[in-house]
């Protein structure tokens, strides 16, 4: 994580004067600063070189060392901002989807609201490699839970919490029973794209997100009691 900042009596500008009087006497010279300003550019070089290697060679091909190379970085400066490859990994993902933001609309239809939502989620994460990428991660998932974690709070929640509220919208309307499961029913929405995307048997193409939609909304309108035997 970087050598000892060397302890000289006349430190120059910039290094030793900026490390915090708190900080440790062993600290990194390049240790992260209170109100020091990331460098955009380095971020964003990391960010790009970590996920041309994610796209293109997977998960295990995000060493830190490579990414460090290509980026033009030291390896210390990564480790200030991700602890992990798969937390630099998942942050270059996080990056790559947010340049597509869905447009959360209120339609008056939930189907409407819906197909505005996923669709283009849809169109990204079937455009590139993606599958492959996403079982990596939740692969790592598996066997990390504060990774896990992350993965949900970042990926997963953002895209059910837009459609919860589509669902809630419904309900109050009445479109949709007010009895509705309302996480059983983003399952049902959500499961078969997700379906297609991890195994990769078909395209996940606007023609089938639509149709995916409409059976599950098929599904929802109708009684939505408790299962029976």
Known sequence: MG?????????PAGTA?????????????????????RSHRAHQAILAAASDLLLNRGLSAVS???????????KATIYRWWPTKESLALEALFSE????????????????DLVSLIRPWARLVGSRPYGAVIAQLIAAAQADPAFAAEYRRRFV???????RAALQRAEERGEIP????????????????????????????????????????????????????
């Not at 050598?3 to 000289?8: I, L, M, S």
């Not at 830190?64 to 030291?74: K, P, Q, Y």
């Not at 989807?97 to 609309?105: E, G, I, K, L, N």
């Not at 929640?157 to 459609?163: C, F, S």
Request: glycine share 6%.
């Open 97 to 112: 989807w947010s340049a597509v933001q869905p447009a959360v609309r209120d339609t008056g239809s939930l189907r409407d």
């Open 3 to 11: 050598e000892p900042a060397a302890k000289t009596a006349n430190a």
């Open 157 to 163: 929640e953002p895209r059910r919490e837009a459609a």
């Open 64 to 74: 830190m060392d490579v990414v460090a190379e290509r980026a033009g970085v030291s």
């Open 178 to 229: 007010a009895d509705i499961r309302i996480e059983v029913a983003l399952d049902l929405i959500y499961g078969p794209i997700y379906h297609r995307l991890l195994h990769g048997h078909e395209a996940v193409t606007d023609r089938f997100v639509k149709e995916a939609i409409d059976m599950a909304l098929n599904g929802i309108r109708g009684r939505s009691g408790p299962a029976t035997a």
């Open 17 to 37: 004067a900026d490390v915090p009087a708190d900080a440790p006497a062993d600290a990194p010279a390049d240790a992260p600063q209170r109100g020091r300003p």
